[in-house]
DNA sequence: TATAACTACCATACTAGTATATTTATATAA
DNA sequence: TTATATAAATATACTAGTATGGTAGTTATA
């Protein structure tokens, strides 16, 4: 219940500032109002929801205040993981970066952003394994959930992927290179390219920001 | 009922590796099992509790892994913090601060360690207000939940709370003086204080830990 | 006409019973 | 005595009904 309603709502199929509630959802997905009720819970805590107690539930708007918030978060710990990883990341961990690298190529080609949104997390993810630091990355991910709904308004909107992609690249090369400070730098620059197109975004859709 | 379970775990009044039942628990604080079921969710979300489908609950064995990674996480950001708010710290939070340092004193003489356990979060909570990163706060405290257990274990043992409460004030000088280098300096080995005695205190309590 | 009180409705919060799976104890056979 | 099969006990997972509080619409009154 919980992934499912969290995808609706990162892929816009539930609007910010939608009112919903346990029975109607409970409905549709034909399970009862317990499981969903659950969900409600868990999305209200990662603030996906608003839950306003005896009354109802809404779709929280988008708050760049928390989207910031995440993406600081993401640059302190992301830019001590990569300097962390420098030298000593395993060859298993190389091979995944260098399969990871290359389905992103292919789907930039391609124009496959889904797939591409999915590969830029899961690059992401390999580096935190690696450090022993899977946990922190959940609670990055939760924490970055008004983000990810944000980077499927900007998908249509055409990214600039490329950047990205070679971002990654070079990321990966000052990895293998141990070359920590180069690592460093490079991820701080990634991570701080989420800034553009924010407050473009909100003009363009206010009615779905706080 | 989240709350209360939590901190009976905290201070021990639940040992790791006990199992415990929804029923029991909803029996014995007199409500429902539901809202007891709704808090043992979110403690296994934390990893307080593991949750065995079908099966039983078991209060978790303190995880040093998970407890160098929420150490790790709160170097990370807090550094950047103390440095943040260097300079540009609001009037009132110096007060509060300063009136926070002369109660963590009182607490000092007068060895009333729960009370400066307390002092000590909000220390560093009006730090995180400051800077306008209330969310991150609460989703440290939320994986900090493992070194709590182990900072209550330490509070028989008498740590040395000198030394954290004069790491404080001069932590609190260096912002106020706008020298971030020397506040983010004196944040990270405060934040590495935390390492000492945790072997120690595994080898004392071999059955407590993972 | 505006405001206050009342009522019907609907949302979440809670209770309790049922379903389902796992564990443990027991009985039987090799 | 040991191993295996089976049944009872017990835990979570789920369902559904009730309680409680909040909202909006209507009516009555100033």
Redesign the pocket.
């Known amino acids: 219940m919980y992934t499912t309603i969290k995808q609706q709502i990162i892929n816009w199929e539930i609007k910010p500032g939608t009112k919903?509630?346990?029975?109607?959802v409970a409905e549709k997905l034909e399970?009862?109002?317990?499981?969903v009720?659950e969900a409600?819970l868990q999305l209200a805590q990662e603030e996906l929801l608003e839950?306003?107690?005896?009354?109802?539930?809404i779709v929280s708007n988008i708050d760049l205040e928390l989207v910031e918030e995440a993406r600081f978060v993401r640059e302190r710990i992301e830019t001590a993981v990569a300097r962390e990883v420098c030298g000593c990341i395993s060859e298993e961990s190389v091979f995944q970066l260098e399969m990871n690298l290359s389905m992103q190529e292919l789907c930039l080609e391609k124009r496959t952003h889904q797939r591409l949104f999915e590969l830029d997390e899961s690059f992401h993810k390999i580096l935190f394994d690696e450090s022993n630091k899977s946990r922190t990355w959940s609670m990055i991910r939760q924490m970055n959930s008004h983000f990810d709904r944000l980077r499927v308004l900007r998908l249509a909107a055409n990214p600039n992927w490329n950047v990205v992609v070679s971002q990654h690249k070079e990321i990966f090369q000052a990895i293998v290179n141990n070359d920590p400070d180069q690592a460093e730098q490079i991820m701080e620059s990634h991570l701080k390219l989420v800034n553009f197109e924010k407050e473009e975004l909100k003009k363009q859709y206010p009615d779905y920001f706080k």
């Open positions: 919903i509630s346990e029975k109607e399970v009862s109002r317990t499981p009720r409600f839950i306003i107690p005896q009354s109802g539930t």
